[in-house]
């Protein structure tokens, strides 16, 4: 924990805690890990189905791309912290009951692997892609050889990605509204729904497509149920969780989430997606293009109201 608190700068308690809102770095390394966590997810899931053929976006496309959001993350947490010399403490250990570590160390692996695996279908993206060098080549195709044992390693470190993204909020217990389990499976069910959602925007297949709306459509259901039950505990638990939930029940962030999140991210992209499904006439790209907004803005909104909520001492 000590290592943490150097490299995050959280351990001088003369820092203003205004100052320590995060403006827009985290929520979007949120957002950014959860989505590449959903495509990861996905890629691998098929892959151990054997049906890259019938979901080449899924497998083949679409993680492509990933390497690119990790980096993208990865960066913006950087510029977060307040000692970025000192990023490499967090790495000279392993505390399992860290959510910081199981994050830094799982993004130590997955980050190259899918660098590897956006290697092995660069091909699906540039069709004339040639490597120059043969080691590289056959670094490649040793990889390729293995593709089935790295389906399995990916999917379960992209559920970890997942789920950490939330873990990390609620290990901290100092903030009311972050202090709550379901937020490690809000932001997994969160990110495999952007992540199918970005699937079906790369997608030029009307059969991909349709499947992974009804995938879609039951993790927006289970998006929705995690919601109002969190905050159906907030209301049943201490005056402090009571007041973090009523910032959302007539407070300040009620009409930006229930109307932006929850409505426009989350209720309408499921209502196209039904109709588009029923064979109606809406474009393919509308629901999905809602959904990555909705779970980007719930990450920026539920951060920023995160630091809000405190104790009362």
Not at 22 to 31: D, G, T
Not at 77 to 91: A, N, Q, S, V
Not at 182 to 196: D, K, R, V
Request: charged share 15%; proline share 4%; no cysteine.
């Amino acid at each position: 924990m000590r290592e943490e608190l150097i490299v995050s700068g959280r351990m001088n308690p003369h820092i203003d805690p205004h100052l320590a809102i995060w403006e827009w770095q985290i929520p979007a390394y949120l957002f950014l890990g959860g989505l590449a966590a959903g495509i990861l997810f996905f890629a691998g899931f098929y892959t151990l189905r054997d049906k890259q053929d019938e979901y080449p976006t899924a497998v083949k496309l679409a993680p492509i791309f990933t390497p690119l959001l990790l980096g993208l993350g990865l960066f913006f947490l950087f510029l977060d912290l307040k000692h970025k010399l000192f990023f490499w403490r967090l790495y000279t250990t392993i505390r399992l009951e860290s959510p910081m570590s199981w994050g830094a160390w799982t993004l130590m692996f997955i980050t190259p692997l899918s660098a590897i695996w956006a290697a092995l279908h660069i091909n699906t993206l540039f069709p004339r892609w040639d490597w120059k060098f043969d080691v590289v080549k056959d670094i490649v195709s040793w990889f390729a050889s293995y593709k089935k044992h790295m389906a399995w390693i990916m999917v379960i470190l992209s559920l970890i990605l997942g789920i950490y993204t939330g873990i990390l909020l609620s290990a901290f217990n100092a903030r009311p509204l972050w202090n709550t389990s379901i937020l490690g499976p809000l932001f997994l069910t969160s990110g495999l729904s952007t992540g199918a959602a970005g699937i079906i925007l790369l997608s030029k297949s009307a059969k991909e497509r349709h499947h992974f709306a009804r995938i879609d459509l039951g993790l927006i259901a289970v998006e929705l149920f995690l919601i109002v039950h969190m905050f159906m505990g907030f209301k049943a638990s201490t005056q402090v969780q009571i007041d973090a939930a009523n910032m959302f029940l007539g407070g300040e962030f009620t009409a930006p989430f229930w109307g932006l999140v929850v409505g426009l991210g989350l209720t309408l992209p499921a209502v196209l997606e039904v109709l588009e499904l029923r064979k109606r006439k809406v474009h393919y790209a509308i629901a999905p293009a809602l959904v990555l907004f909705g779970g980007l803005l719930f990450r920026f909104i539920l951060a920023h109201a995160g630091q809000m909520s405190r104790w009362l001492y």
